[in-house]
């Protein structure tokens, strides 16, 4: 058994869609980034990654390769979970948090845990999604962008 840790943090930036786990949410900023920016997976890869001693994502997929500007997230986290099988590691569970203010992502987070499992081919039990605010403190408390943290467990 290995466990990793993931994080990840966004700025909002006009223009820009907000995707979370892979889902398009109604916000009026998105967050800043040279891919989707989803905070949420971009935590879920690095824990991955972290726990079968992969390196990160920033080694796997650089924020200067222009194949990647504005690719989903789920894609990349597809790439991720050939390169832990071909490392001889199995997914056992994923427990992630959002940290934001707004908007709220309780209405969206069974379909996030669906298409997180299904680019992972893993089922939905085996992932769990929170979200928190930081009480108005610090940048995501100032609404400013949105963090996530996720530790993985591998086999």
Do not use: W
Not at 33 to 43: K, M, P
Not at 82 to 106: H, M, T
């Amino acid at each position: 058994m290995r466990a990793g840790i993931g994080y990840d943090i966004h700025a909002f930036e006009k223009g820009r869609k907000l995707v979370l786990g892979g889902v398009e949410i109604e916000n009026e900023l998105g967050l800043g980034g040279h891919s989707d920016a989803d905070v949420l997976v971009h935590s879920i890869m690095d824990a991955l990654l972290g726990a079968a001693g992969l390196d990160d994502i920033g080694i796997h997929f650089p924020n200067d390769d222009k194949k990647y500007r504005n690719i989903s997230s789920l894609i990349l986290l597809d790439e991720v979970r050939k390169n832990i099988e071909s490392a001889g590691f199995e997914i056992i569970n994923i427990d992630s948090v959002v940290i934001l203010e707004a908007p709220r992502i309780a209405p969206y987070v069974t379909i996030m845990k669906k298409k997180i499992a299904e680019a992972l081919m893993i089922e939905e039990s085996r992932i769990n999604i929170k979200a928190t605010t930081s009480e108005g403190m610090g940048f995501c408390g100032r609404n400013e962008g949105a963090a996530a943290q996720s530790i993985a467990l591998l086999q």
